[in-house]
């Protein structure tokens, strides 16, 4: 489930440049606009129903077909354009994967049985085309108009459960996955091509204030901020300006996997903004991804700016009242020096581990799950350090900038990158990861050195880190 919602993530996020764009289109001359211009606002449905569907669909190709898998994906994914009547998004996540992946079975296939060397390219580029051939046809005349029917049978009922006034019920589910670090899933997979099948019918949809909302993490981190002191309260300042201004909303994570209690005021915050934003019928014209306050505010109409500030205060309210009454008056929090790491929990794995599926985070203190320590020489071989989290963005991207701004001024030449959990690089001698992450690291990068912080926000830590690698 985790890996497939990775992919999902995947296909969309890389494209999310041009899901802003088309959403920057509507807000300035669409019909909420503040400059409508018809001419200009006719960029905006090709964009959705052919260009997007399209780059999707390679995406997904390529990530399980390679470049070919690709390609063939994209003229696939287009026969679904032009027989489907609505946004062919959703279908292009499903064709997309689908035929990279027999694309990358069929290459496979070649190489492994190919009598004579040297005609690999010819007959690998032959049954590619005609696997697009036969795909692209059966997109245009069945598949097309199944997904069209599929999606607005979805639709209809979606609109039922929006007057029926249940929507708010959704934050039961969403506030906990994503703090199960399903976010991305949510915002990509489910809610985001759901809204731009909404926005291109009426100009905006709801469903893209329903993950993005910043106000539920942000009560939770400004009631930590007052409960806790000195070093910790530091932390959670720092939490509260990179998840409110920067829209990275994982910061706030690992504060509420330490009290899980924090899921109810969470989850209540969530209903209460949610049942804001259908009370005064707002939307935002594109996806707020990250969900900084600028694009989740930004991205409305200018008619609807006010009623989502409203919504996103009372969201905050609640949460942050709810979360005050479950944290003590001095807490601790991810930064704590009682929760954190010591930088000796820092491990080497062995190709030949298989952690079970079902191993908690809380596995990095167990000795017998776990390898031989690190000594210090291997602090002094590492020269490539890549964070890592699931989509590759966000707070991996956040860790990686705080720890390369640290590395340069102490002048140690080491290379800090980020990526997501699929494309976790070779050259990399040294993987941070968040805490929950920790197994799924070890599945997908065996025999590479793991430093699994509990928050990515914690300065501490990275401290230590650098005191290793200076060989102190």
């Not at 306050?293 to 009623?307: E, V």
């Amino acid at each position: 489930m985790r890996k497939f919602a990775q992919l999902l993530s995947a296909m969309v996020y890389q494209n999310i440049a041009v899901i802003i764009a088309a959403g920057i289109i509507r807000e300035l001359f669409g019909v909420y606009s503040w400059l409508y211009n018809d001419r200009i606002l006719l960029l905006v449905n090709p964009i959705y129903s052919t260009l997007l569907p399209v780059l999707i669909g390679y995406t997904g190709g390529k990530i399980l077909g390679g470049q070919r898998g690709g390609v063939v994906a994209s003229i696939s994914t287009y026969g679904l354009t032009l027989a489907s009547s609505t946004p062919a998004i959703l279908g292009a996540m499903i064709v997309g994967p689908l035929t990279g992946w027999l694309v990358g079975k069929v290459d496979q296939t070649v190489k492994k049985k190919m009598p004579v060397a040297g005609y690999e390219l010819l007959i690998g580029n032959v049954f590619a085309a005609f696997i697009a051939v036969i795909l692209t046809i059966i997109s245009f005349l069945y598949v097309g108009q199944i997904f069209s029917a599929g999606v607005k049978w979805a639709l209809s009922y979606l609109e039922i459960v929006i007057h029926a006034g249940w929507l708010p019920l959704t934050s039961i589910l969403i506030e906990p996955a994503k703090v199960l670090f399903f976010n991305n899933f949510i915002n990509y997979g489910v809610l985001g091509p759901i809204g731009i099948q909404q926005a291109k019918e009426l100009g905006k949809s709801i469903f893209f204030l329903l993950e993005a909302n910043p106000g539920p993490g942000l009560g939770v981190l400004l009631a930590y901020w007052l409960k806790t002191k000195a070093e910790q309260k530091k932390g959670a300042k720092l939490a509260i300006f990179i998840h409110f201004f920067g829209g990275i909303h994982e910061v706030y994570f690992p504060y509420v996997l330490l009290r899980p209690l924090l899921l109810i005021p969470l989850i209540l915050g969530g209903m209460a903004g949610v049942y804001t934003f259908q009370q005064f019928n707002v939307g935002l014209v594109s996806m707020a991804s990250p969900g900084s306050i600028f694009l989740f505010i930004g991205l409305g109409p200018k008619q609807d700016m006010l009623f989502i500030v409203i919504g996103f205060l009372i969201s905050a309210l609640v949460s942050f009242l709810g979360s005050m009454l479950i944290l003590k008056k001095h807490t601790l929090s991810p930064t704590a020096a009682e929760t954190r790491n010591n930088i000796n929990n820092f491990y080497l794995f062995q190709k030949n581990e298989s952690p079970k599926s079902d191993e908690i985070y809380t596995a990095v203190e167990s000795e017998e799950e776990l390898n031989v320590q690190a000594n210090r020489s291997v602090f002094n071989k590492i020269k490539n350090i890549v964070f890592v989290c699931e989509a590759g963005l966000g707070s991996s991207a956040m860790g990686a900038a705080m720890l390369k701004k640290k590395l340069e001024k102490e002048n140690l030449e080491i290379e800090v990158d980020n990526s997501s959990l699929r494309e976790v690089p070779d050259s990399a001698d040294l993987i941070i990861c968040n805490k929950k992450l920790y197994t799924e690291v070890r599945k997908v990068a065996p025999g590479k050195a793991c430093y699994p912080l509990q928050s990515f926000t914690d300065i501490k830590e990275y401290e230590e880190l650098i005191d290793k690698l200076r060989g102190l």
